[in-house]
């Protein structure tokens, strides 16, 4: 997949998985918060990643790493991209952000230290832009990654925090506390519901990123 790691001489990865994209003309590859890296403390080297499928779903803003003709390998194309270089460092840490954040729950069971997701989607039939693509493709939403059987199969302990604005009503309602509701207690990641000072579906801010590293 297409890719930039950008070296700064860290001894930790920083991954970053993009977000949907809605542009009459977007740029491809298309890499989230390109130039975060720039702020972020120099112990981290940044690898940012492309959407996989992005050139067949941009009509819908991206794929959420799953394509009709080859269902669930998106995870299996970022995880190769990742171990190409993770053994260079002493740490993994992805984040990824709505889109992203989905895919980020969904690599949890691997032996990444610490996934930071914000706004996820987690029922991919609950979101607009996600239902409309699964639609185009004819694919049942019981064939995409399943959050739950993710976590609940998770032995790495690695440490997962999730992050959501507090007036993200549409996320809170439809994924986030179904949810909590339905996965066991000893599996839930840790829930951040807090203020971004914006209203609805927006990302943090890179100081607040660089604040959680």
Not at 34 to 49: A, K, N, P
Not at 113 to 119: A, G, P, Q, T
Not at 157 to 165: A, E, L, Q, T
Request: hydrophobic share 35%; glycine share 6%.
């Amino acid at each position: 997949m297409q890719h930039r790691l950008i070296k700064r001489g860290g001894c930790k990865l920083l991954v970053l998985l993009p977000s949907a994209i809605k542009r009459v003309d977007p740029p491809n590859p298309y890499y989230a918060r390109i130039g975060w890296h720039t702020s972020i403390s120099t112990e981290y080297d940044c690898l940012y990643l492309s959407d996989p499928y992005f050139d067949d779903t941009r009509l819908f803003g991206g794929s959420w790493f799953i394509h009709s003709l080859n269902n669930k390998v998106g995870l299996d194309i970022i995880k190769e991209c990742i171990s190409k270089y993770q053994d260079n460092y002493e740490s993994v840490t992805v984040y990824g952000s709505s889109m992203g954040g989905y895919a980020a729950l969904a690599l949890s069971n691997n032996a990444y230290n610490r996934i930071i997701v914000e706004c996820p989607q987690i029922y991919l039939d609950r979101y607009p832009d996600s239902a409309n693509y699964l639609k185009s493709v004819s694919l049942d939403v019981d064939k995409t990654y399943n959050i739950s059987e993710i976590l609940c199969s998770n032995t790495n302990n690695c440490h997962i925090d999730i992050y959501v604005n507090v007036s993200d009503h549409h996320h809170i309602d439809a994924h986030i506390l179904p949810f909590y509701s339905a996965i066991s207690r000893a599996k839930r990641p840790n829930l951040h519901i807090i203020d971004y000072g914006q209203v609805g579906h927006v990302a943090m801010s890179k100081e607040m990123l660089c604040s959680l590293l």
